[in-house]
């Protein structure tokens, strides 16, 4: 949001506009803001570009991430081929997988698909700290223990189950059937009309 406002050549922005944008109030705003520091000034809001920077600082976004990622398929292929990614920070430096087919292919210009059995080498090697789990669930929670074993700092899982991680590892889960199926209920809900003949709206 903060980019996009920066792009087109916004300055500055109150507490009401963030709030507006992120479907919360400014007073919530203003609160969250205020735990890591004083960011805007009263009557003139914040600045665009300190603000956006600042985020990313709070958030890790001011360096590079190496990322390690499992699966070559349709999914991780779509992944890999994710833009967005890396021009927010995160390289997929390394992919692997188990299939014969796939191990030994090139990606890119200077990529090629690595069997997984080289994860551990290859990530102390080249200092890989997040990991992509992108193979099928069955398959889930054993990569992610060789991604542990790898020392892997974060996991993000695209695998439809839940695995089990130490506490010192964070991971987030990304299920796109859930993310359907609550849009297909936001649809219905759309669809019912109310009493007086007029159809609802989502929240």
């Known amino acids: 949001m903060l980019e996009e406002l ?8 109150s507490s009401q506009g963030l709030a507006h944008q992120s479907g919360v109030t400014s007073a919530q705003v203003r609160k969250d803001l205020s735990y890591f520091g ?16 600042e ?9 590079r991430w190496k990322v390690a990622l499992v699966g070559a398929g349709n999914v991780g292929s ?11 920070g995160f ?3 390394g992919v692997f997988d188990v299939s014969p087919d796939r191990v030994g292919q090139k990606w890119g210009r200077d990529l090629t698909i690595r069997h997984v059995d080289d994860l551990k080498e290859d990530a102390e090697r080249m200092g890989m700290e997040i990991g992509v789990i992108a193979v099928p669930a069955r398959a889930a929670q054993s990569v992610a223990d060789r991604l542990v074993a ?8 695209f695998a439809h189950r839940r695995i089990h991680l130490p506490t010192s590892v964070a991971l987030r889960t990304v299920n796109l059937s859930i993310e359907l199926e609550s849009l297909a209920f936001a649809i219905k809900v759309l669809a019912k009309p109310t009493p007086d003949g007029k159809r609802q709206r989502a929240r």
């Open 38 to 53: 004083n960011f805007g000034k009263r009557g003139l809001g914040y600045g665009v570009t300190r603000l956006r920077k």
């Open 6 to 13: 920066e792009i087109e050549g916004h300055r500055t922005i």
């Open 150 to 157: 790898a020392g892997m700092r974060g996991i993000l899982n």
């Open 91 to 93: 390289d997929i430096v």
């Open 55 to 63: 985020i990313r600082l709070i958030l890790g976004l001011n360096r």
């Open 78 to 88: 779509a992944l890999y081929s994710y833009k967005e990614f890396r021009r927010q």
